[in-house]
Structures are given as C-alpha cells and as structure tokens.
C-alpha cells in the first residue's frame, strides 16, 4: 500500500531515501567515545583474530560487490590477504581453508543458499565463519561463528540499495577492527577513518539531494540499448553494481569494466553516443587511478562515447570530458563507493521507470534465492 511505501511509489525510491539513517544505525554504538571500535558482538575472541592469515569473503549478486569492495578496505588496513569469490564457485573449486581463515558471508536475507553452502563448506574445514547479514535471525547467522548485522532495517524491493551501502559499512567495520585487533601501521589512518565514517551519512545525504538531473538524464536514455560502467580501484565493484542495476531493472544490456582493461577489449564496443558511465577516483589519496582515468574518459570520448562523469566536488580535470557531470562530495578514496553508488542506484531505478518496468519486482527475479 502507498503508505507501506512511506508515500513513494515504490520501495525501491522510499529504500534509496532511507540510506543515510540505514548508514547511520550501522555505525550505532559501535564506535565509543575515544573514536575506537567496540566489536563485542563479534563472538570471535580477539586472540582468534590475531591468528588469522587469510581472509575469505564469499556472497551473491550486490552483497558480492560490497565483498569486492571490502577486499580492498581488508587488504590496505590489515595487511592479511583477502580473497573474494562468488558463493556458487566457491566449494566446487576445492578452495583452500583452515582454522587460520577467516571467512565472511555477506548476504542481505541471511537465506541465500549458495552463500549457505559456501559457509557449511568453510566451517566443514574447520575455518571460523562471520556473517554479515541484514535479517535477526536467519539462517546464515545462525549457522556462523559470529555475526555482524547490517541495520538497514527491511528491504522490500528486489534490487538491493540500502542494504547495500549497509554492507559496505559493515566491511569497513570489519577491515578496521582487524586493523585495531591486530595493530598495524595504518594506525593513524584507521582512527582518521573511523572518525570520517561518522559524517558519512550526511555526505549520502547531500548526494540524495543532488538527484534531479540524473533523473532527467536517465529518462533521456530510456531507448538506449547498452550502457557501460567504467571505474578502477573501489570504483570498479562500483561500476559492475551500476550494471548490475541496469540489468536488474532497466532490462538493458549493461556491463562494468575495470577502465585499465579498456584497451584490452571493451573500447571496441565504443560507438556514436553510446552512453558510458564514469566512477572517478578522488584526485587527492591515490592521485595516479586519477589521471590514468581522465585519460580513459579522453579516449572514449574521441571515440563517440557519451560520458557521464561521476567526480568529486572540486575535481576540474574530468570537466573538459564530461558530457554530463555528477558530483559527489569529497571522501576518503576507500569510502567512495558510499556517495558514488547512490547516483547509479537513481539511474537504474528512473531509467526502468521510463521504460515502464515494475522497479520493485523485476521479471525473473527473486529477493531471496533459496535454491542453488
Ligand atoms: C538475489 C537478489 C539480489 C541480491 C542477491 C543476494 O539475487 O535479487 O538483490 O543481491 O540475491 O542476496 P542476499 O540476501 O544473500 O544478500
């Protein structure tokens, strides 16, 4: 009923206005007043995690995404060797595990039976599970060691938004409380970052308020047949979930591409106003991803492509390239798929609209797969 849906037409849109207070209460009580993290709630003793030499992150669709993203955040702030696979490859592989890997399932409904079977085969090598989940009670919790839950509150449409940025801070979470747990050099910097995730929400916030063009745009392009997304470092799990959207909801052809394989393939498929989105790496942190990406969007760009820029404020040098610019608000390099998921969520979601699709159920698809 419409006021199920808080007065939007669909979940989906009530679900993406939800972000900053579903970022907001996974971030409650969990950081005290010093500016350190309080993880109690993980039942794994700290000495246990002081042994641990592997990570392993294993879920499906948007939450392996948030697993892709974590890896970084994992590998740059605990210096342990993370690894990400999707749930379904992951036990037929044969996949190396013991009681020193640690292994994370993430999953929005706690019920999705391929991350099931990937963890029961985990815990089977005697390696210690830590769900991330979204639902109290679920299956997947249960049957883990620890578990860290997301407070997105219920997600009703299909296509996951808040849970989704949930679960990014529910990694972030995790990869900093391994660095605190295990004390690495990155001290400094996990405090500064623990201190930026708390005015984090508010910067989701000003994203949300900064939405009208890019509905416009996407109604623009509701005829299009392809869509590209391009992005490097974090931004490249980015780019593969603003496809992913599209799919999900537009029922479009659309794919994610690391932009430093551009070259390697996907320029190829660059055309007369083909419409490729651009996830740009904050020119301050790791300046390099920057420039190389700004040369990316020139190149496309002589080729025909239309690009949509998605930069941060201040950031001059993709301007000259931008066929359409979308800015979003300064952050530290790792917590940027925070604020540049969101205008990609508003793509997808008004982008389907225009071409008259069902954006809270999508054909096909199910919120939940209980099957393998
Ligand atoms: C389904 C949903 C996706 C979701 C995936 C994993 O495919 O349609 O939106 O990302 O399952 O779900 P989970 O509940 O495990 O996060």
Known sequence: SAAEKGGYDYFMLKEIAEQPKAVADTLLGRIDGSGSLTLDEVRIPQGVLREIDKVVIVACGTAFHAGMIAKYAIEHWTRLPCEVELASEFRYRDPILDAQT????ISQSGETMDTLMALRHAREQGSKVLAICNTNGSTIPRESDAVLYTHAGPEVAVA??????????????????????RGTKWGDEIRAVIRDLSSIAGAVDQVLGTMEPVRELARTLASKKTVLFLGRHVGYPVALEGALKLKELAYMHA????????????IALIEEDLP????????????????????????????GARTIVIAEEGDEAVVPYADHLVR???????LQPLVATVP????????????????DQPRNLAKSVTVE
């Open 160 to 181: 996951s938004t808040k849970a989704f940025l949930t679960q990014l801070v529910a990694c972030y979470l995790v990869a900093l409380y391994l660095g605190q747990v």
């Open 328 to 334: 979003i608000p300064a952050t530290p390099t790792l």
């Open 102 to 105: 640690l292994v994370i399932a």
């Open 276 to 303: 490729v989105v651009v996830v740009v790496p904050s020119p301050r942190g790791r300046s390099v991803l920057h420039d190389k990406i700004v040369s990316n969007i020139q190149e496309i760009r002589a080729r």
């Open 255 to 266: 794919e994610g591409f690391a932009a430093g394989e551009l070259k390697h393939g996907p």
């Open 344 to 359: 990609l969520q508003v793509f997808a979601c008004e982008l389907a609209t225009a071409r008259g699709n069902e954006v």
